[in-house]
């Protein structure tokens, strides 16, 4: 059983950033992938970065490549999303999630992200 937990959400202006800690306990298996998803109000969630834990190789979303970078500290167990050149169309809940095989199987509870004009 992994448990996942996010901080670092807040209201920004555009143009800030904002850095988005994930927080896992339980064992994460050099297999994993670690992915970033949001969800706006009315809109489906979408994907927006994951990182495959042992290799380190990271996959993007096209609306985010450039300005967020999605990194990881094996020692503290924690996935990390920096967010620069925040827009606001950025807006949304930010969910962390683990993907042990085929599926993201493991969420955490969401994180609040605001970006104003």
């Known amino acids: 059983q992994v448990q996942l937990v996010e901080s670092g959400g807040g209201l920004v202006q555009a143009g800030g950033s904002l850095r988005l800690s994930c927080a896992a306990s339980?064992?994460?298996?050099?297999?994993?992938?670690m992915g970033w998803f949001r969800q706006a109000p009315g809109k489906e969630r979408e994907f927006v970065a994951a990182?495959?834990?042992?290799?380190?190789?990271?996959n993007y979303a096209d609306s985010v490549k450039g300005r967020f970078t999605i990194s990881r500290d094996n020692a503290k167990n924690t996935v990390y999303l920096q967010m620069n050149s925040l827009k606001p169309e950025d807006t949304a809940v930010y969910f962390c999630?683990?993907?042990?095989?085929?599926?993201?199987?493991?969420w955490g509870q969401g994180t609040q992200v605001t970006v104003s004009s």
């Open positions: 999630a683990a993907r042990p095989v085929r599926e993201y199987k493991y």
């Open positions: 339980g064992r994460i298996l050099s297999t994993y992938t």
């Open positions: 990182m495959w834990w042992s290799r380190g190789s990271t």
